[in-house]
């Protein structure tokens, strides 16, 4: 097996077995809901004051569990404009944000991986009439797309013909 190939082949061992991140890491977060169903996925802006999708939303009910997809620190609990956001700094340049939540952690408070960082709110939100849970990530600033840095997803890597 020429180098190329070899090269090819652990890449593709690596995705199966735990995807990729956009930098290139093993992916290490979990999905906020159990069970995660997508119902309006990110769409990156052309610009970033264009409009655009900045995360994914999820189907929820209210008073479901809202998990913190990596550990972390709660760095701002509270609302913004008509719901509670809560978003968590992973401490490697990711952050995350979830809205509308109930019951957040306190400002500061160190959360797990798969820790409770509040439940799903009753306030109208981005799937208003039905419920669902907006999880944006900023990675080093700039929106991502939650899908890549999940656990098991990640961005999809063509590989080069053996």
Same mark, same amino acid.
């Given at each position: ?61 209210? !008073? +479901? $569990? %809202?998990?913190?997809? @990596? ?5 701002? *609990?509270?609302? #913004?404009?008509?719901?509670?956001? =809560? ?26 991986? !798969? +820790? $409770? %960082?509040?439940?799903? @709110? ?5 799937? *208003?009439?039905? #419920?669902?849970?907006?999880?944006? =990530? ?25």
């Amino acid at each position: 097996m020429g180098s190329r190939a070899a090269i090819a082949t652990l890449v593709m061992a690596w995705t199966l077995l735990g995807g990729l991140t956009a930098e290139g890491s093993p992916g290490a977060m979990i999905a906020p809901l159990e069970p995660m169903r997508a119902v309006r996925l990110f769409a990156a802006p052309a610009q970033p004051w264009a409009a655009g999708h900045r995360g994914i939303d999820l189907r929820a009910a209210v !008073g +479901d $569990p %809202v998990r913190a997809p @990596a550990g972390g620190v709660v760095m701002f *609990a509270g609302p #913004v404009v008509d719901r509670v956001v =809560v978003t968590v700094d992973h401490g490697d340049g990711t952050v995350s944000s979830f809205e509308p939540v109930a019951d957040p952690p306190a400002v500061g408070t160190a959360v797990s991986r !798969g +820790d $409770p %960082v509040g439940t799903v @709110a009753s306030v109208a939100g981005h799937c *208003a009439p039905q #419920v669902c849970l907006h999880w944006g =990530v900023r990675v080093d600033g700039r929106y991502a797309d939650p899908l890549d840095l999940l656990e098991g997803f990640g961005p999809v890597v063509l590989l080069p013909a053996p």
